[in-house]
């Protein structure tokens, strides 16, 4: 079993930053890659940001320039900074971890963004 465990979520003004941390633990062998989605009532969950294991990333057209994702290998985290957010940045975001072909999600973390 993978457990993640998000931290980082909250309120913040147009214009501000803030930074999202996933630590996953359990059964982590075999990691391919991890990231964040985010979700709105009545949408579909979209994709932000994925890291492999071998550090290539990806974005979401939307947030690109703006949100940075790393990963703390040691620690097996990753992080999402995210700055000058904007409020169609507010959602609930999710982290992610794929691992042998099979999906593992976060409970989620509400991302505020309003003046």
């Known amino acids: 079993q993978v457990q993640l465990v998000e931290s980082g979520g909250g309120l913040v003004q147009p214009g501000g930053s803030l930074r999202l941390s996933c630590a996953a633990s359990g059964s982590i062998f075999g990691v391919s890659a991890m990231g964040w989605y985010r979700q709105t009532p009545g949408n579909q969950r979209e994709l932000v940001a994925t890291?492999?294991?071998?550090?290539?990333?990806n974005y979401a057209d939307s947030v690109k320039g703006r949100f940075t994702i790393s990963k703390d290998y040691a620690k097996n985290t990753v992080h999402l900074q995210m700055n000058s957010l904007k409020a169609e940045d507010t959602a609930v975001y999710c982290c992610h971890l794929e691992r042998l072909t099979r999906d593992y999600w976060g409970q989620g973390t509400q991302v505020t963004v309003s003046s």
């Open positions: 890291i492999t294991n071998t550090g290539k990333t």
